[in-house]
């Protein structure tokens, strides 16, 4: 079996992109509130801008799990959440955004 030929050719995949409520207020205004995943993936944008562009590095040195491959794996995941928020679980998210707000200084705030 040719398993190349299962795929969906790349043209019919679509980006999911996240928009904040300034940008699109339609979510909240329908359901009231932010999901728990896009509420930490905006913790996170905030937490790589304090960091820089060398965020991972600096993660990496500071937290021993995020050193090894599973923890490269988090750290991924959660960088392309932002683009496609149907990528990342809740849980590596949140893994990620809490050593990094504790990283930058910055104060923790309760998720639910």
């Known amino acids: 079996m040719n398993f190349v030929s299962l795929r969906m050719p790349i043209q019919n995949h679509r980006k999911i992109t996240m928009h904040s409520p300034e ?15 896009e509420r930490l993936i905006k913790r996170f944008v905030v937490a790589r801008d304090v960091l820089g562009k060398h965020w991972r590095d600096e993660l990496a040195e500071s937290d021993p799990f995020f050193n090894t491959k599973l923890g490269a794996d988090f750290m991924g995941s959660v960088s392309q959440a932002i683009s496609d928020t149907s990528r990342g679980h809740v849980d590596r998210i949140e893994r990620v955004v809490v050593a990094m707000e504790k990283l930058a200084g910055i104060k923790i705030t309760r998720v639910v």
Request: no cysteine; proline share 7%.
């Open 23 to 37: 940008e699109d207020p339609s979510k909240i205004k329908e359901f009231g509130y932010l999901t728990i995943k």
